[in-house]
Every structure is written in C-alpha cells, then in structure tokens.
Nanobody, 122 residues
Framework: QLVESGGKLVQAGDSLRLSCTASTQSINNHAMGWFRQAPGKEREFVAA????????DYPESVKGRFTISRDTSKNTLYLQMNNLLPEDTAVYYC?????????????????WGQGTQVTVSS
C-alpha cells in the first residue's frame, strides 16, 4: 500500500515536498513515479526514478522545478516541487512499477496511492 502526504494550499512561487510511504512492501525493487490529475483532465506523468535511483525523468512542464528522490532506509519516495505555478494544481499520485527501469506512462505502473491534493493560488 502506498500512502502520499504533504499536499496543501500554497501560493505561486512556493515550494512543497510530497512524500509517499510504502506500508506493506519495500520500494527498493521497484521503479517509482509521480503522476497528477487536475479536474477534467487525464492523469499526467510528473516524474520517475529507476529502482536504484540512478536514472530520473521529467516532462518539460516540470523539468528544473521538480525533483524526485527516494530514501530506501525510510521506504519513502519524495517529490520536491519548487517555484510552483497555478497550473501545478492537481491531485498527486505516487506509483510503483514491477519493472526496474523508468516508466513514463501510467500503464507501466502496478500499484497506486490514493493521492494528495496540491492547490497553488495565484
């Protein structure tokens, strides 16, 4: 089970760190990712990290502002979000893949959290 936390209402330009903790399994042998979904829109890829943490990937919309990382000792995945924009407003989901390499599409993930709301006011 994956549980996200850290979402809240912030202002444009603020920073926020999301966490995703796995309660019933280790994240060590999974590629992990973050996705987001705004009202009326499809789920969108935000960031991904390979199982060992050596590879990461981001879409252009967040590249240079968001950073994905993992702490295997805490069994936790993070998403550091800087310089937040109103268009970053969405429910953010973490996901785990049965594969070891990065996946940028939702179909590549097998386990999902329930999501945490991030709202960025202008």
């Amino acid at each position: 089970q994956l549980v996200e936390s850290g979402g809240k209402l912030v202002q444009a330009g603020d920073s926020l760190r999301l966490s995703c903790t796995a309660s019933t399994q280790s994240i060590n042998n999974h590629a992990m990712g973050w996705f987001r979904q705004a009202p009326g829109k499809e789920r969108e890829f935000v960031a991904a990290i390979s199982w060992f943490g050596e590879d990461t990937d981001y879409p252009e919309s967040v590249k240079g502002r968001f950073t994905i990382s993992r702490d295997t000792s805490k069994n936790t995945l993070y998403l550091q979000m800087n310089n937040l924009l109103p268009e970053d407003t969405a429910v953010y989901y973490c996901a785990a893949s049965a594969r070891l390499s990065i996946a940028t599409m939702a179909i590549g993930y097998d386990y999902w959290g329930q999501g945490t709301q991030v709202t960025v006011s202008s």
